[in-house]
């Protein structure tokens, strides 16, 4: 995976007990893409197969970057 800074806004989004990416590394990622990190608790590995439906929270994220 790349870890160059990214050339437009970003956000990280973590979980405490993803499976996939431990909250350190997704701190790593996030510090080399100049990304904002949100540590949205234990939700799994965020996608469609974590079961947060519509996910209202996710989309206030998009939301956040529209905005930039």
């Given at each position: 995976?790349?870890?160059?800074?990214?050339?437009?806004?970003?956000?990280?989004?973590?979980?405490?007990?993803?499976?996939?990416?431990?909250?350190?590394?997704?701190?790593?990622i996030?510090?080399?893409?100049?990304?904002r990190?949100?540590?949205?608790?234990?939700?799994?590995?965020i996608?469609?197969?974590?079961?947060?439906?519509?996910?209202?929270?996710?989309?206030?994220?998009?939301?956040?970057?529209?905005?930039?």
């Open positions: 995976m790349p870890l160059a800074k990214l050339p437009f806004p970003s956000i990280v989004v973590s979980s405490t007990d993803d499976e996939y990416v431990r909250p350190e590394r997704a701190k790593e996030a510090r080399a893409w100049g990304s990190l949100v540590d949205v608790g234990a939700r799994g590995h996608n469609s197969a974590s079961g947060l439906r519509g996910w209202p929270e996710g989309f206030g994220f998009v939301e956040e970057l529209r905005a930039t």
